[in-house]
């Protein structure tokens, strides 16, 4: 540049107006902001191009895609399924299970465990069926037998004074009540060709045949079991009068008939039991019996039987809600019918949380067989807990 060229510039700078350099900054501004932002978008369709590439191949048939939900059981499901269906326990041996719901399943063990999803299904067949497991007090345990610590004496005591010698007062006795676990079992079949049949449901079948074994089985045990080899049910204990009643024995109360209970024993029965369990009590007696006993009336010739007010909620006689469970005698003389009492201290029922199956394709050709089995125990904890009704004049 020339000294008159520079001079040219300057003076022709230095002449310009206020407005007229704010206007050329506004324009220089504009222009870079415009460059700026055809360089955005310029990178924003690349982009899109890219997504849009990616989407073309996750589409393939060969690829799965990869934003989908992860099932963290579909390889322990698979592989059951595979091991239902042909016996093939390969991908079963190459599984890492869950400690927690789950236990290492070998050979020499028996078989392997259902998957969670069968186990859960089983489980609330049980627990919404009519048997005392649904007013027990149940507990889960990883032993062979369940102990209940019982103190049913008291702590003597007596008025002192501030200067007269102290006497040693009588110290609480506590009784150890062990309820040992047994092993309850179930043997379905199935042809070997429904089970190549890729549209049956092995999961739902097996799950369906071993609840309905399992709760039938459980409910009678729980009720009237003989504890050899199976839940010692609660009518299985000593029944006495309850004027003589004694730890170790269930009282009972007199129907004052053979075959109908009388309204004034359904009262007495109840407060046969103590305050302290009247409050968790539940009436327990099968459909003949219930029968009858929604006849019965006060004497003011009110029904002591009340429906449910809501959907769900259980009939109740006498304020006290009733178990309708059909393993219980039916009325007639000298049988126990009718029980009253808080389940949920008064009997347990103790149970091992997993369920196994063992596949054999050999004993029953050309069908396959399923030996489910489930360890499970239950007997009184709580002698003064429950009470019963005795058919009969005494």
């Known amino acids: 540049m020339s000294k008159s060229d520079a001079n040219v510039s300057t003076k022709s700078g230095a002449d310009l107006s206020p407005a007229e350099e704010v206007r050329q900054a506004v324009s220089g501004f504009v222009s870079d902001f415009n460059g700026f932002r055809a360089e955005i978008n310029t990178k924003?369709?690349?982009?899109?191009?890219?997504l849009a590439m990616m989407d073309r191949k996750m589409t393939l048939p060969a690829r799965s895609p990869?934003?989908?939900?992860i099932d963290h059981d579909a390889p322990h499901k698979k592989a059951f399924d595979a091991y239902l269906r042909n016996g093939d326990d390969d991908a079963l041996r190459g599984l890492e299970l869950d400690g927690k719901s789950m236990s290492t399943a070998v050979n020499s063990d028996g078989g392997y465990l259902v998957d969670p999803q069968t186990s859960e299904r089983v489980q609330s067949v049980l627990n919404s069926g009519a048997s005392i497991r649904a007013i027990a007090a149940v507990v889960q345990v990883e032993a062979t037998s369940y102990d209940v610590l019982v103190d049913h004496t008291d702590v003597g005591a007596g008025w002192a004074t501030e200067t007269g010698a102290q006497a040693e007062t009588d110290t609480p006795q506590i009784d150890r009540i062990t309820v040992p676990l047994h092993e309850l079992s179930?043997?379905?079949?199935?042809?070997?060709r429904l089970?190549?049949?890729?549209?049956?449901?092995?999961?739902?079948?097996?799950?369906?045949?071993?609840?309905?074994?399992?709760?039938?089985?459980e409910a009678a045990a729980f009720v009237s079991g003989d504890g050899i080899d199976k839940p010692t049910g609660f009518l299985s204990h000593p029944i006495v009068d309850d004027a003589a009643w004694a730890w170790g024995n269930l009282g009972?109360?007199?129907?004052?008939?053979?075959?109908n209970p009388e309204a004034d024993a359904i009262v007495e029965l109840v407060y046969a039991l103590g305050a302290a369990y009247r409050k968790n009590a539940v009436f327990v007696m099968n459909s003949k019996t219930t029968a009858?006993?929604?006849k019965l009336k006060d004497t003011d010739?009110?029904?002591?039987?009340s429906d449910g007010l809501a959907a769900g909620e259980p009939a109740r006689?006498?304020?006290?809600?009733?178990?309708?469970?059909?393993?219980?005698?039916?009325?007639?003389?000298d049988s126990v019918s009718i029980a009253f009492g808080d389940f949920a201290a008064g009997y347990t029922v103790a149970e091992r949380p997993d369920l196994r199956i063992l596949r054999d394709p050999f004993s029953a050709k050309p069908h396959v067989l399923f030996y489910a089995t489930k360890r499970v125990g239950g007997d009184v904890s709580d002698f003064a807990a429950i009470k019963l009704m005795k058919f009969g004049l005494a």
């Open 66 to 69: 990869l934003g989908g939900a």
């Open 44 to 50: 924003l369709q690349q982009s899109e191009e890219r």
């Open 186 to 192: 179930a043997l379905p079949k199935a042809s070997q």
């Open 292 to 294: 009858k006993v929604r």
């Open 317 to 333: 006689l006498m304020g006290y809600p009733v178990l309708v469970a059909e393993d219980m005698p039916d009325p007639a003389a």
């Open 301 to 305: 010739g009110r029904f002591l039987w």
């Open 252 to 259: 009972y109360v007199a129907s004052g008939t053979n075959a």
């Open 195 to 217: 089970l190549d049949d890729s549209a049956f449901d092995i999961e739902g079948w097996l799950a369906g045949r071993i609840a309905d074994k399992f709760a039938r089985a």
